[in-house]
């Protein structure tokens, strides 16, 4: 009963299929803008571009628990880790296989779309970097998640790379919009990691695991979070005023409510309040997840 309890939770976090539900709604932001542009859409290129998404994060997953595994020579997971019993449920080279099964999935994905010419030059540069973060965020020796690098590369993966691909599966070549929808994404998703790792701060550092709030430091971290909500919401006020459209602009400035909560409820951890963590941790993701989600039901009705 353990061993599939264990099985099962090493399962969910593999999948994390509230990373892919996020992933699959940035890309909608991407695909959507091609459309607000005036692009004719393919959707069985859309099809497997949001497919090729979901393959670079559980190859992603599916490496890091292969190197994470208790039996690895590169682990460094402590026997207090939650995730210990889970990996240790599976065996390791089941998870090799499966990870060069979605390997071997991506890179079919990746045929079919240059086969159907749905790809260009620039596409192709994206899905390179998307692999390349994906793969070197697991992968030793360069690790990123092991050197406190991993947050960051997951925003710039969800925020930025994810939709660019999107879009430029109908559109030849980036456009400025895509920037200023997406920049700001960017920061509230760094926030809102930055509020999941809060939680988990103690053991992280305790037993030497590198993240970016390790890294940072606790105090640090928090105040980087607030600026981060303020900047977010900065640069979308900024944009409107150099160009990006008013009717793209208002709705994502609606969820500013939701972040300057989470800023108060960081300032009262700050001032010695009790954590109130899964209220805080609903904030964080409900700030990006309305704003992302916004953006792209704007971009659809416009």
């Known amino acids: 009963m353990n061993l599939n309890k264990s099985q099962n939770a090493l399962f969910i976090r593999l999948t994390q299929p509230l990373l892919l539900a996020g992933?699959?709604?940035?890309?909608s932001i991407g695909v959507g803008l091609s459309h607000y542009l005036g692009?004719?859409?393919?959707w069985t290129d859309i099809f497997f571009g949001a497919f090729l998404g979901i393959f670079f994060v559980l190859m992603r997953n599916l490496l890091a628990a292969y190197f994470d595994h208790p039996s690895s020579?590169?682990?460094?997971?402590?026997?207090e880790d939650p995730r210990y019993e889970e990996l240790n449920s599976v065996n390791r080279q089941t998870l090799l296989l499966v990870a060069l099964t979605v390997l071997t999935a991506g890179a079919l994905d990746t045929v079919i779309l240059v086969v159907r010419h749905a790809v260009n030059f620039s596409a192709i540069l994206l899905l390179g970097i998307a692999f390349l973060f994906c793969f070197f965020s697991?992968?030793?020796?360069?690790?990123?998640?092991?050197?406190?690098?991993?947050?960051?590369?997951?925003a710039i993966l969800i925020a930025n790379l994810v939709p660019a691909i999107g879009f430029l599966l109908s559109e030849p070549n980036l456009h400025v919009l895509l920037v200023m929808l997406t920049f700001p994404l960017t920061l509230?998703?760094?926030?809102?990691?930055?509020?999941?790792?809060?939680t988990t701060y103690a053991f992280d550092r305790t037993h030497s695991k590198q993240?970016?709030?390790v890294r940072m430091d606790w105090q640090k971290a928090m105040n980087s979070h607030n600026y981060l909500i303020l900047a977010a919401f900065l640069f979308v006020?900024?944009?409107s005023?150099?160009?990006q459209p008013w009717s793209l602009t208002w709705p994502m400035l609606l969820p500013l409510v939701f972040g300057i909560f989470q800023i108060i409820q960081i300032q009262g951890i700050v001032a010695g309040a009790a954590p109130k963590w899964n209220l805080l941790k609903w904030t964080a993701a409900g700030t990006f997840t309305l704003t992302a989600y916004l953006v792209s039901f704007t971009l659809w009705i416009g």
């Open 241 to 243: 005023l150099i160009g």
């Open 188 to 198: 509230l998703y760094l926030a809102l990691r930055i509020v999941f790792s809060l």
């Open 211 to 213: 993240t970016l709030i």
């Open 39 to 42: 692009a004719s859409l393919d």
């Open 138 to 154: 697991s992968v030793p020796p360069v690790q990123f998640e092991k050197k406190g690098y991993g947050e960051l590369s997951e």
């Open 23 to 27: 992933l699959i709604l940035t890309y």
């Open 237 to 239: 006020a900024l944009f």
């Open 73 to 79: 020579p590169t682990s460094k997971i402590h026997a």
